[in-house]
């Protein structure tokens, strides 16, 4: 009984957090895609892209008309040309297939800018900074027109699916961005380290020990203490 | 004539099993909770730890599943802090133990042991299940709870051993008593059975399961059990203290068991139903603890007891771990062997508290198993890698030191509450029993922190020179007492010898 009372306040609490989270994320969003002035033109390669999808442009974002569960889901983020000399929270932009920070005066990049940008295949960097997760996590790298361009990310699990020597156990290794790895419990575990399999089978357990307890104790008050004096 | 054991049996009524039974299984109960927390250890301090990386390797994501909880920072400190824990629970349960000795003889038996059960298991609960439930992981709170839970379940030792007592008379004592203090030995195989077979559902639910068998054992306790023969109108045991079989004429008649006999025994149970109709006889009185404590051998026994339980509660906490680290051989297969040492000691004890019975004596028969149980742990510490030979030797260990130690904080400790010297005014059983069994505690705590400081500095041939030195501690403070057994069996065998 207790345990059903903690989890639906759990959940409870988990629903609060969602619904604070989500619209600070609709926040985000916007914020990302006004990070700088002007709209995505039509010559660059997330322009190409954002034609070929089918996507929306505003500000510099590329957004899809195909998700209805969320209207600002971001595809293609263009922030070329756009002084930036620090990159911090791109989260927002984590759904992106493609990303152009090129001609900036990007100092460097935090190697956790990018974690979770599951969906990333093509990125445009100004030439002095690496791809992020390195070389080893991308399948090409590339030099052109002063830009480098890093393409097709590299699955770091060895075969997604399958229990990783990368994950501890229990968990499946899952992609989480270039050079990043999402450790989410296998079938049947869940909670803290995925330390937990199954639900507890309360009512088997108790129920017959709740039985036997209440017909051992009338039992033995029959035969041992109805007649008991008080010493 | 009927054979002697059915003479031997024929005086105990149902009401003598079940109270056999209740005890029994109030300690089982106990001691598989213990057993609980010592075979979730690994699992609580996964919960308590952020997973463990290389230093290159960035750490795990999801954060929230693996490195959100940072009670400590790893599985290291956490064993440590775990330690600490068992060595809070042993010295408040022997600081219990004195004080709830005193109480029990006080108060209602049968109230303090579903007391003693019933809070234990709400403790255990809170510990275990609810703080992980909420996410409340706070080093204080635990400890608080776990001094808490060692005074709890001191009340239950002095309460099963009295309520023993007063069932069982010094006749069978020691064999009964060496049946009986197999208790704690099934309480762990029930413990480690509970634990794993719950233990995947997390570390909670085997808290949840093992508090709460131990809650509705306090309620059984509670509407089933009679503390004394007194309360339905049998009569104690004949107790003549601590003389002989042979010289007690009263204790010869159950193991005659003539038919005459026999319907005499009915005849004074009769007798004393009715006598019981009339206003009974004042309660008697509780000795005090410095007067308990100044009762012939209690203070002996206490002393042995300290070095004994030493000794065998090491073997409890880390025999599975010198196994492990010693021989290489998996946790599995260790905690399987340890097993070994538990079996030697129910027989041990069964043995020896049969052989002391028809001797009328315990402290030889105590001193000669403790002589040789030195020379087994010798012949243990050099065992070869066998398992086989191994379990052999283990077993032998066992009933040399188990046996001594289960005699000494059950059957012994019943004759010492009941003995002449009190001339049965007085009630002091559970308050013998409390001083004993704590003092015996706080050997053991001590002996905790002692073994992994001689093994970590020494390495683990000293642990058993200092268990052996410790046998023999144990030997010298019996031998006041062996001492005067000794001339008094030679005094009757003369006084024997002069009438024929």
């Known amino acids: 009984m207790k345990a059903g009372c903690s989890q639906r306040k759990l959940e409870v609490f988990v629903f609060i957090f969602n619904l604070c989270f989500y619209a600070s994320c609709q926040v985000n969003k916007l914020q990302i895609c006004r990070l700088c002035s002007g709209t995505v033109p039509n010559a660059t390669e997330v322009g190409h892209f954002c034609f070929k999808s089918a996507g929306t442009i505003d500000g510099r974002c590329c957004l899809s008309n195909y998700n209805t569960t969320d209207p600002e889901h971001i595809i293609g983020l263009d922030l070329s040309n756009c002084s930036l000399v620090h990159v911090e929270d791109l989260q927002g932009a984590s759904t992106a297939v493609i990303i152009d920070l090129s001609h900036n005066p990007i100092v460097n990049i935090s190697d956790t800018t990018f974690q979770g940008f599951i969906d990333l295949i093509y990125m445009i960097l100004p030439e002095d900074i690496v791809c992020p997760g390195g070389n080893t996590s991308w399948d090409k790298v590339s030099v052109k027109d002063g830009n480098r361009v890093c393409q097709g990310q590299k699955n770091i699990c060895n075969q997604t699916g399958q229990l990783s020597t990368n994950c501890p156990e229990n968990s499946l290794c899952a992609p989480y961005g270039p050079g990043f790895f999402e450790c989410s419990c296998a079938d049947y575990y869940h909670g803290y380290k995925c330390l937990r399999k199954g639900e507890f089978p309360a009512l088997q357990v108790f129920g017959p020990l709740g039985a036997s307890t209440v017909v051992i104790s009338f039992l033995l008050w029959v035969t041992q203490r109805r007649k008991a004096k008080s010493l | ?500």
């Open chain 2, 1 to 500: 004539m009927p054979p002697p054991c059915c003479g031997y049996l024929s005086q105990y009524t149902h009401h003598h099993l079940v109270a056999f039974l209740l005890t029994f299984f109030s300690y089982v109960l106990l001691h598989a909770s213990r057993k609980t927390f010592s075979n979730v250890k690994v699992s609580i301090s996964a919960q308590w730890t952020p997973s463990v990386q290389n230093d290159s390797a960035p750490a795990f994501s999801p954060g929230e599943t693996w490195q959100n909880n940072h009670l400590f920072a790893d599985e290291k400190e956490a064993t440590l802090f775990l330690g600490a824990l068992d060595s809070i629970f042993l010295f408040s349960y022997a600081v219990g133990l004195y004080l709830s000795g005193v109480i029990g003889d006080r108060v209602n038996l049968r109230y303090v042991l579903c007391f003693g059960l019933c809070g234990s298991a709400i403790v255990e609960f809170v510990f275990g299940t609810l703080t992980e439930w909420l996410r409340i992981y706070n080093v204080y709170l635990y400890c608080v709870l776990w001094v808490l839970n060692g005074l709890l379940q001191s009340a239950v030792w002095p309460c099963v051993v009295a309520v023993m007592g007063n069932w069982f008379g010094k006749t069978g004592r020691g064999f009964v008593f060496g049946l009986w203090s197999a208790c704690a030995s099934v309480g762990n195989i029930l413990g480690a059975v509970l634990a794993s077979s719950v233990l995947k559902y997390g570390y909670e639910y085997a808290f949840l399961v093992t508090s709460v068998v131990q809650f509705a054992g306090g309620i059984v306790v509670f509407f089933g059990l009679l503390t004394s023969p007194k309360e339905v109108g049998l009569s104690l045991e004949s107790d003549t203290g601590l003389s002989p079989v042979e010289t007690d004429t009263d204790s010869h008649r159950p193991l005659m068991s003539d038919e005459e006999d026999e319907g005499e025994l009915y005849g004074r149970q009769n007798q004393s139903i009715q006598q019981l109709d009339e206003p009974p006889a004042e309660a008697p009185q509780a000795v005090g603890f410095i007067q308990a404590c100044c009762l012939p051998g209690v203070l002996c026994y206490s002393l042995a007891y300290a070095c004994l339980k030493l000794v065998n509660y090491s073997f409890f906490f880390w025999l599975p771990f010198y196994l492990s680290n010693n021989y290489g051989w998996k946790e599995a297969e260790a905690d399987r062997l340890s097993v070994w040492y538990d079996v030697g000691g129910i027989i041990g004890g069964t043995v020896q508290g049969l052989i002391s019975d028809f001797m009328g004596k315990r402290a030889p028969v105590l001193a000669l198993s403790l002589a040789v149980a030195m020379g087994s742990l010798v012949g243990y510490s050099h065992s070869p890698n066998d398992q086989l030979i191994n379990a052999v030797l283990l077993a032998t260990t066992g009933f040399f030191i188990g046996g001594p130690s289960n005699m000494i904080s059950s059957a012994i400790s019943a004759d010492l509450g009941r003995q002449e010297a009190l001339r049965g005014s007085q009630e002091a059983l559970a308050t013998v029993t409390g001083i004993v069994d704590g003092t015996g505690s706080i050997g053991a705590a001590a002996g905790q922190y002692l073994v992994s400081l001689i093994e970590s500095g020494l390495g683990w041939m000293w642990v058993f020179y200092f268990f052996i030195v410790m046998t023999g501690g144990s030997i010298v403070f019996i031998f006041p007492l062996l001492f005067s057994e000794l001339r008094a069996m030679w005094r009757d065998r003369r006084a024997l010898r002069r009438q024929l």
